[in-house]
């Protein structure tokens, strides 16, 4: 939940809740008795509904919502622009260095797809078989706070009821009435608010974030395939705008053309310094180990024997 969200929740509920301190004090409209029979009997119906492990999911689920933060389209956009001019200049293994720092975990596993060479159809099957299971355990966690939202209200009638029939019980017991009439009355309130400010934004939170990360998952399949065919990047530029807002499209080919100078320019470097490195140095140490040639020595001339001309015959 961004920090406005919270600002809005924390401003609305404030004044929610003064409109029942306006109206008689907060402790008018607390009773212990009728906030168990709502919620024990909400809980006992979802017992026997789902599995417990489901129910925890879903909950896990909700709390993940609320509390993580999900990469915008925007943020996807970006990365994959990166990836792909990356894998131009220094080729597609050089993404494996980089495949473990990123948080998206669906991201980064197409990411290994695309650095052990899968083919396109394969990364479009595996990532279609990931996409569909994922939207079914979403669905299933949006249902489980859908069908609470349904039963909390179905609960404070039930809590009215049993008021009222301790209410016509106890008709001549004042003691009766005035533990039954807040009971009749206020467990109605509790399973509307609960169903309606709670249970029901819920699972509404759960569906609007579960298209969202759909959306992102799908930019990333595109996104992923065009590297793998070692499209053009400004062809995937223009391909991932077309999945963003007309307001968010506006300054991705300069993004791109900064992604790109920075990727030649540290390419350059290193080509630079491998070059350098490979270059024979000129100002060698001498190395005394190595033993110099000597001069050869020649015989002094008066040493020298020259031996008669044989005479012709």
Known sequence: MSKKNMLGVLLCGAIFVGGFWMSGGLAVYW????FLIVVAGLFASMFMSYPFERIRNA?????SVYTERQPTPDDIVRILLELSVKSRVQGVL????????IPNEFLRGAVAFLVDNYKE????EFLNTEMSF????????????????????????????????????GIENTQALVQSIPVAFISTLYGVVISNLILAPIAESI??????????????????IAISKEQNSHR?????????????????????????KKYITRQRAANERAAEEARPREDM???DAVPMPQPMEMPSPGHLHMSPLARAN
Do not use: C, W, Y
Not at 121 to 124: E, L, M, Q, S
Not at 210 to 220: F, P, R, S, W
Not at 240 to 259: D, Q, V, Y
């Open 121 to 124: 159809r394969d990364i479009r």
């Open 59 to 63: 909950f896990q689920v909700a709390r």
């Open 285 to 287: 140490a001498f190395n």
């Open 31 to 34: 009773n212990l008795a009728a």
């Open 207 to 224: 569906n609007f974030h579960t298209g969202a990360e759909m959306l992102n998952q799908k930019l990333i399949m595109e996104g992923i």
């Open 94 to 101: 050089s993404l494996e260095a980089i495949r473990k720092k």
């Open 236 to 260: 995937l530029e223009k391909k991932l705008t077309s999945f963003l807002s007309p307001g968010e499209r506006a300054g991705k080919a300069e993004l791109l053309k900064s992604i790109t």
């Open 134 to 169: 994922f939207l079914e355990r979403r669905q299933q966690s949006e249902r489980v706070f859908q069908t609470m939202a349904k039963a909390a209200p179905a609960f404070g009638v039930a809590g009215s009821v049993i008021g009222l029939i301790g209410l016509l019980s």
